[in-house]
């Protein structure tokens, strides 16, 4: 087969990408403070040598709790989409291909899931689980799971029906290698690019769980507990919601192009 | 020798609460070597028929005896296997679009172990030259191939593990006429020189009279007439048949085209003939009952009161 083009734009997508995670993970190399030292004496201070973003207002660095942040923020999103895609891919293609009463069942319960709120629904199951960010991931894997296998099923639904899948039976395939050859290979693709456009709303998510205060416990540091810190601020101080807000919208701006872009390459407009 | 044969065979399709009896009781036979056309219009149970006999889905009664031994109730690998190939009406589709032409081609017979790897690339390289495509095609997504293409490297896909039974499903009804006869061209090379028997389902009168054998017409999951081609389509007998005969448009001006329209609403019993409404010659006879095939003149009609 000939080879995909990758467009130059995927490609500084790409490394956009790998710089935020970078910056993410050698954040204790790059923070220039303690993101979690408090100073009273410091408390909302502008930006100087010393913070270079100024401090909230127990007198903590904005830089250090962003690049921290930025830890929590991208990896538990990524964490839950992961989660999320291979769950939801699973049931999906399970009540998919097998039909019948199994497949009424699982539809059921993703009809459920899906009637939910998202939101509403996370910060109730978070609000049962307790606070911290393990109960978070939880919380918002138990809600989307539901849509990955929504179009998994539906994927392998349509997928099942083509004359290539009879061909392949004419042609003497068994039904696992008609699985990983020929269904698997053409249903992936898109959940890939749902799930790297769904990157960027798990980061608001997250987020908003946190700001709700049913996120991260203090004094860890993430983008949606900084901006409910800075809220009370908004008037005198707004660099404590410009900076983590900023953050939030960069990373979901750099994702959403991302995942627009894979789906460009996967030729999955349509 | 008799290679396929299929005696009374049906299908019902259950659709929530309505049945749809897609195959009535069929009977034909297909000798080795030989092409057998079935003919018929959309929803009569042509593709049915082919998909049975090619263990895709199940009948629900009847017998099918392919190269001496029972297949019914069998799945496809266990009593078919490489034997029993099949070419399907859209050309791109049948295809995945995952995998070059070349490695589309090889997955015909890789399931089967019948040669290495070195051996079945190569010889699906010499099919794909066989069928008449380029050997700059053999790395090529099948989306780059146009229609005509497609249906070449299916027949290449359907012939590389050396079958005796090539099942045609409208292989020929999406593409254009001068590709239809490059196929039928194939058709007739491979039933020479390599002795392939083939069903070949279309609607298309003329190409089956250029290279089929035999014919059977069908009409609502029933084969009403069956026997020479030549013979079936210069001297119909089954009044649906002549109807259908006579709807082929001549390429040099217009004719007479005849009509299939509802004649009588009178309620069908379930003995009626399927034809009932639409035949110009139907008495109330035909409307209380059907009969059974005979034998005229060197072929098999589904009997008509209009003949009586």
Not at chain 1, 226 to 233: F, H, S
Not at chain 2, 180 to 203: C, D, P
Not at chain 2, 227 to 238: D, I, Y
Request: charged content about 20%; glycine content about 8%; aromatic content about 8%.
């Amino acid at each position: 087969m000939e080879r995909k083009k990758y467009p130059v734009s995927f490609w500084v997508l790409a490394v956009l990408i790998m710089l935020l995670i970078a910056a993410a993970v050698f954040a204790p190399v790059l923070a220039p403070n303690d993101p979690n030292k408090s100073s009273l004496m410091d408390a909302l201070k502008g930006p100087c040598q010393q913070f270079p973003l100024g401090t909230d207002p127990l007198g903590r660095c904005l830089l250090s709790r962003m690049l921290y942040g930025g830890r929590v923020s991208i990896f538990s999103s990524l964490i839950i989409t992961a989660s999320v895609f291979v769950l939801g891919t699973v049931i999906g293609v399970f009540s998919g291909y097998t039909g019948g009463a199994v497949d009424m069942v699982l539809t059921k319960i993703i009809s459920i899931t899906q009637a939910f709120p998202k939101i509403i629904l996370a910060i109730a199951i978070a609000g049962v689980l307790g606070i911290g960010i393990k109960n978070t991931i939880i919380a918002l894997c138990i809600v989307e799971w539901a849509e990955y296998a929504r179009m998994a099923r539906s994927l392998i639904r349509s997928v099942k029906e083509r004359t290539f899948i009879k061909a392949a039976k004419i042609c003497g395939c068994g039904e696992i290698k008609i699985m990983f050859r020929h269904i698997l290979p053409n249903i992936i693709p898109p959940l890939i690019v749902s799930a790297s456009l769904g990157i960027a709303s798990m980061i608001m998510e997250v987020a908003a769980l946190s700001y709700l205060g049913v996120g991260v416990q203090s004094p860890m540091a993430e983008w949606g507990a900084m901006m409910n810190t800075g809220k009370d601020y908004i008037q005198t101080n707004i660099s404590l919601v410009l900076v983590p807000g900023a953050a939030i919208f960069i990373t979901a701006v750099i994702f959403n192009l991302f995942g627009e872009k894979i789906r460009d390459v996967l030729g999955t407009r349509n | 020798m008799c290679l396929l044969k299929v005696t009374g065979l049906t299908k019902t399709y259950k659709n929530k609460k309505d049945f749809v009896y897609a195959l009535k009781g069929i009977d034909f036979s297909i000798k080795q070597g030989e092409c057998l056309g079935l003919v018929g219009e959309s929803g009569c149970g042509k593709s049915t028929t082919a998909e049975i006999i090619a263990r895709l889905i199940k009948e629900d009664s009847g017998t099918i005896m392919f190269n001496g031994a029972e297949i019914t109730g069998q799945k496809r690998l266990k009593c078919v296997g490489k034997d029993l190939q099949m070419v399907f009406q859209n050309p791109k589709d049948s295809f995945d679009p995952k995998y070059s032409l070349l490695e589309s081609v090889m997955m015909g017979a890789d399931s089967y172990n019948l040669y290495s790897k070195t051996e079945l690339r190569q010889r699906a390289q010499e099919l794909i030259k066989y069928v008449g495509l380029k050997g700059s095609y053999l790395n090529k997504g099948i989306g780059s191939l146009s229609g005509g293409e497609c249906q070449k490297a299916s027949i290449a896909r359907a012939v590389i593990c050396s079958p005796k039974l090539i099942i045609f499903d409208e292989a020929t009804s999406a593409l254009d006429v001068s590709v239809q006869a490059q196929i039928i061209g194939l058709m007739r090379k491979l039933k020479e020189e390599k002795g392939v028997s083939f069903l070949f389902i279309t609607h298309d009168l003329a190409l089956t009279s250029s290279i089929c054998d035999n014919i059977a017409v069908m009409y609502s999951g029933r084969i009403i007439e069956y026997g020479p081609c030549q013979e079936v389509l210069k001297n119909p007998k089954h009044p649906y048949t002549k109807q259908l005969v006579s709807s082929v448009l001549p390429i040099n001006g217009c004719c007479n085209i005849p009509e299939f329209n509802v004649l009588r609403n009178t309620e069908y019993t379930e003995n009626s003939c399927d034809f009932y409404a639409f035949c110009q010659r139907a008495d109330e006879k035909c409307a209380k009952g059907i009969l059974n095939m005979a034998q005229l003149q060197g072929r098999s009609v589904l009997c008509c009161h209009a003949d009586d």
